[in-house]
C-alpha cells in the first residue's frame, strides 16, 4: 500500500535509518537560493510585471450575456469611438467579456458603453463599467510595502520571544524574502495581471510561510534543547534530524493547504477566467509551493548557519567532532565498522546495528 | 483498565458537548433573528459578489496638507447626510487606509446619487439676513414687499437687507426643509459672493445668508471645553491672521444690528439681525448671535452644548479649517449575474479543494482521516454561523476575497490536525501506547499549533488594519478561520481523540486505524525503554506507563497487570501470558 510505504519511509525519517543530510550540504542550498533569486531579479529585470489597470489606471467595461467571446468585435466596437486606442480583452466567466482600455473621458465612457451594447445587443444593465485612477494602485502599494515592514517587526518579535533566540526568528524572515522574491519572480514568468487580487495573495503568503517554518523550527527546538550537555552529536546534526522528523509532515500540510488553492487556480483559470480568484490562487500557489520548499532546504540551514556562529554552539560542535574523530580511532583500531559509531547526517544511533559476530575473530578454514 | 487514568466518559465529552452548544447558541441567535429581527440565514454579500457600484474617494487637500482622521470621518459624515437623504438603502461608506474613502452602494444608483457622492465640501461664515420656519410659505400677499421693490440700492456690505431682492424672497417661500431630499447638502460650493437661500442641517429652520464673509480655511482649529464659571459645554474657534482681522470688523459690524430675540420678520423696513452662520456643505450648522465684538480671533459659541454636541460641532469647524476635495480613484460597477458567477464558481472550488483534502487525509491516516473530516464539518459549521451573526450584527459583508479566504481555511484547518496526527505517531514511535502518545504528542501539538496560528492571525490583523481594496475581507475571513481552527483543535478534534484512543480499533493499531504498528515501522521485537520489550507488530504495552505516559506506582502497575492476565490473549510478549496466550 503506498501509504503505507510513505508512513514508514517517515518512520525511518523519524528514527534517522534513512536521512536526508540538508543542514550538511547547506551550502548547496545557498547556492540554490541565491541563483533561484537572481534569475527571478533577472526575470522582474528584462520581463517586468504585467500591472493591471489598478496600477496603470485605465477604464474597464464588462459586457455580460454576451453570445460570441469573439474579441475583434469588442476591439472594433471601441475604435468605432477612439480610432487609435489598443483595448484588451479577456474572457470572464462563462457568458462574459472585458475590456480594459486606457482612461477615458466620461463621456468616451459614456459612447463606449452604448457601442458595446449595440454590438453584443445587450441591455444596458449588462455592460458595467470601471474607471481607476493610475493613484489608486500606487496607494495599494505603498500601503503593501507598509503591511510587510510592520508584518516582519512584529514576527521577529513574536518568535524572538517564542524561541527566545534572534537567530531563529532571522532566518525564518530571510527566508520568508526568499520566498517573496521567487514568486513574484514566478508570477512575472507567467505574464498574468498584477491586481490587487495579486497583492493579497502576496501578503498571505507573509503568514503562510512563518506559519510553516515554525513549525519546523519547533522540533528543531526541541531537538536542541541542552544540547551542550552531551557530546554525541552536534547542534546541525540535530537540526537536520528536525528537518527530516517534520518531512512528513511538512509533505502532507502542504499538500492538504495546496489542494484547496489548486482547486480555485483550476476553476479560476479554466472556468472563470481573469478575475480575483484566478490572480489571488495563483499568487498564493507559487508562493505556499515555495514556502515549503524554503522552510525545509533553506529556513533550518539558514537558521544553523546562524547559531554556529553563537560561541557556545560553535565549542561544542568542535568538542562533539574531536570526541567522535577519537572513538572512530578507537573503532578503527579494533575493526569496527567505523560508519557504525554514528549515523552520517542527524548524529543519532541507529538501532539495530548491533555488530554481532563481525567482533569474533573468524574461524579458520579447514 | 488502571482507574488513575481514566476519566469519566463525562468529563472527557464535556468540551465537545460545550462546543456544540455553542454552535447551537449562534444558529440559536440567527433564528431568533429571523424571526424578530431583521437577520437572515445567509450572509450579505460584498458589492463584487452582489452587483453594484464602488467608489474609493481619495480626500486631497490644497496644499497636500496631512489630513486627520477626524477629517476624513467627518467627510464620511458629510457624504453619509448626502447619501441617506437622497434615500438610497444600504450605502456602506467606510474609511480605508487613513486616506481613502469607500462608498459601496448596492443595486444600480442613479447619476444623482453618484454626483452627489463625488461633490467636495466647504465651509462658510456668512451673516443671516432672514429666517423662518422651515416649511413652504403661501405665495406673498401683494403688500409684503413692495417697499424692498422700490428700492433697489446696492447693498452697502454682506448683511444688508438688500440682498434680499424678490427673487431671492420667493426662492426662500418656496424651500421645503420638511423634505429630507433637502437635507442632503452638496451641489457645489456656493458663490461666495452672492447670497444663499438654504436649510438648517437638521431641518428645523431655513435662512436667507448674505455673501461669504470668512472662508473655513480661515479657521486654524477649534475644540469644546467645558467653561467651568458658566458651567456649560463651549466651542473655541482660533481664528488664522486674516480671519481674525475680517472677523474682527464683521462682528464689529453685527453687534450693532438688532439682537435675535427682538428681530421682527414682519417690521418693514427689514432690520438687520446680530446673526451669522456657519455653512457646511451647503447647510447651516450652526447659527449664533454676536453679543461682542470679537477682535482676538478667539470667537467662543455657547448654546445649550452637551459634551457631545459641542464635539461634533468642533469637528465639522475643523473640517471646515481643511478644505478638502475628492478625487475620484476608482469607480466601478459591478453587474449582478457576473458576481453571482464567481460565488457559484468560488463555492464549487471550495467544496473540490474540501473533497480532494477529503480524499487525501483519508488515504494518509485511513480512518483517522475522517478525524479530519468530522474536524472540518464542524468548523465549516462554526464559520458560517460566526460569518452570518457577524453580517447580521456588525455588517459584515462576504466579498470575493473573503470567500477566497475561507477556502484557503481548509487548508490551514487541516493543517493543524496533521501538526497533531504525525506528532502522535512520533509519540507511537518513541514507543508509547496510543493514550500516552495522545497525551504526550498533544502537549508539543499544542504548543506548535498556538505558535503558528499566532502568526497567522498577526498576518491577518496586520492586513486588516492596513486594509487596501478587497484585502479587508480577505484578511478578516482569514483571522476568523484561524481562530475557529484552535477553537476546533482545542474543542472538538483533542477531546474526540483521546476518546478514541480508548477504542479497542484505535489503541490496538488496526490497519485501518492509521496507527497500524507496521506501518509505524514497529515492526520488530525493540526495547522500549525501563527493561521493557515491545514485541514486533505491537504497540507498546501498558504494563508500565499509564494513559498519561508518567511512570506507574508498584501497586498501580500491579493493579494493571492483573487487568491484563485477565484480558489474556493480546499482551503475547508478556512472559507472564505466555501459556495462556491466544493458540
Known sequence: MMASKFSYWGNNLYTGKKSYNVVGKRKNFFMVALVAVAIAVLILGVKGLNFGIEFRGGSQFTVTNVDTSSQQVAIDAVNTIIPDEQPRVSTVGSSAIRIQTNVLEPEELIAVRRALMDTYSVTEDDVASASVGPSWGKDVSSKALTGLFVFLVLVMIVMSLYFRAWRMAAAAILALLHDLVLTVGIYALIGWEVTPATVIGLLTILGYSIYDTVVVFDKVRENTEAITEQHLATYSERANLAVNQTLVRSINTSVVALLPVGSILFIGTFILGAGTLRDIALSLFIGMAVGTYSSIFLATPLEVALRLREPVIAQHTKEVLGERAARKAIAEGTAVDANAVVASSTGTIVSGGHLGNRTVPKRKKK | ?583
Open chain 2, 1 to 583: 483498565m488502571a482507574t488513575t487514568n481514566t476519566k469519566p466518559k463525562t468529563r472527557r465529552a464535556r468540551p465537545i458537548i460545550g462546543l456544540f452548544v455553542l454552535i447551537l447558541v449562534l444558529f440559536g441567535a440567527i433564528f431568533a433573528g429571523t424571526k424578530w429581527s431583521d437577520a437572515s440565514w445567509t450572509p450579505n454579500l460584498a458589492l463584487d459578489l452582489e452587483g453594484g457600484t464602488q467608489i474609493i474617494l481619495q480626500a486631497v487637500t490644497a496644499n497636500d496638507e496631512p489630513v486627520s482622521a477626524e477629517d476624513i470621518n467627518q467627510a464620511i459624515e458629510i457624504i453619509r447626510q448626502r447619501v441617506d437623504s437622497s434615500g438610497v438603502a444600504e450605502t456602506e461608506i467606510t474609511s480605508q487606509g487613513g486616506k481613502n474613502i469607500v462608498v459601496a452602494i448596492p443595486g444600480k444608483p442613479s447619476q444623482e446619487t453618484l454626483n452627489l457622492v463625488r461633490e467636495s465640501a466647504q465651509m462658510q461664515f456668512r451673516p443671516v439676513l432672514f429666517f423662518g420656519a422651515p416649511q413652504v410659505i403661501p405665495a406673498p400677499t401683494p403688500e409684503a414687499t413692495p417697499e424692498q421693490e422700490d428700492t433697489p440700492a446696492t447693498p452697502v456690505n454682506s448683511s444688508d437687507p438688500a440682498w434680499i431682492t424678490p427673487e431671492v424672497m420667493a426662492e426662500f417661500d418656496a424651500l421645503d426643509c420638511t423634505d429630507p431630499a433637502k437635507l442632503t447638502g452638496g451641489g457645489g460650493v456656493a458663490d461666495p459672493l452672492l447670497p444663499m437661500v438654504t436649510c438648517q442641517d437638521d431641518g428645523a429652520r431655513k435662512f436667507i445668508l448674505g455673501p461669504m464673509d470668512v472662508p473655513g480655511s480661515e479657521i486654524k482649529r477649534a475644540s469644546s471645553t467645558f467653561d467651568t464659571q458658566r458651567g456649560m459645554w463651549v466651542v473655541n474657534i482660533e481664528l488664522k491672521p486674516t480671519g481674525t482681522q475680517v472677523f474682527s470688523e464683521v462682528t464689529k459690524r453685527l453687534v450693532t444690528y438688532t439682537p435675535v430675540e427682538y428681530w421682527n420678520p414682519d417690521a418693514r423696513p427689514l432690520e438687520p439681525i446680530n446673526m451669522f452662520s456657519m455653512v457646511l456643505d451647503n447647510l447651516v450648522i450652526q447659527a449664533p448671535g454676536v453679543n461682542d465684538a470679537i477682535t482676538n480671533g478667539m470667537p467662543q459659541i455657547s448654546g445649550n452644548y452637551t459634551n457631545e454636541t459641542a464635539n461634533v460641532v468642533a469637528n465639522q469647524l475643523n473640517f471646515g479649517a481643511l478644505p478638502l476635495t475628492f478625487e475620484v480613484q476608482s469607480e466601478e460597477t459591478i453587474s449582478a449575474t457576473l458576481g453571482s458567477e464567481q460565488l457559484q464558481k468560488g463555492m464549487l472550488a471550495g467544496l473540490i479543494g474540501l473533497v480532494l483534502v477529503v480524499i487525501y487525509s483519508l488515504i494518509q491516516y485511513r480512518l483517522l482521516g475522517l478525524v479530519t473530516v468530522a474536524s472540518l464539518i464542524v468548523a465549516a459549521a462554526l464559520t458560517y454561523g460566526a460569518i452570518t451573526l457577524l453580517s447580521w450584527t456588525q455588517g459584515y459583508r462576504l466579498s470575493l476575497p473573503g470567500v477566497a479566504g475561507v477556502i484557503l481555511a481548509v487548508g490551514i484547518t487541516a493543517d493543524s490536525f496533521i501538526v497533531y496526527f504525525e506528532r502522535i505517531r512520533d509519540e507511537l514511535r518513541e514507543g508509547r501506547n496510543l493514550e500516552g502518545a495522545v497525551t504526550v504528542g498533544w502537549d508539543r501539538a499544542k504548543r506548535t499549533i498556538i505558535a503558528s496560528d499566532t502568526v497567522n492571525f498577526l498576518a491577518a490583523i496586520v492586513l486588516y488594519f492596513l486594509a487596501v481594496g478587497g484585502v479587508r475581507g480577505f484578511a478578516f475571513t482569514l483571522g476568523l478561520t484561524t481562530l475557529i481552527d484552535l477553537v476546533i483543535v482545542f474543542f472538538f478534534t483533542h477531546p474526540i481523540m483521546t476518546i478514541l484512543a480508548k477504542t479497542k480499533f484505535f489503541a490496538e493499531g488496526h490497519k485501518w486505524s492509521g496507527f497500524d504498528p507496521e506501518g509505524l515501522g514497529l515492526d520488530r521485537t525493540r526495547y522500549v525503554g525501563r527493561g521493557r520489550i515491545s514485541g514486533a507488530g505491537e504497540p507498546a504495552t501498558k504494563t508500565a506507563n499509564g494513559a498519561s505516559g508518567k511512570r506507574l506506582t508498584i501497586a498501580e502497575r500491579k493493579a494493571a497487570q492483573e487487568e491484563q492476565n485477565l484480558t489474556a490473549g493480546l499482551l503475547n510478549e508478556n512472559p507472564i501470558n505466555s501459556k495462556d496466550g491466544d493458540r
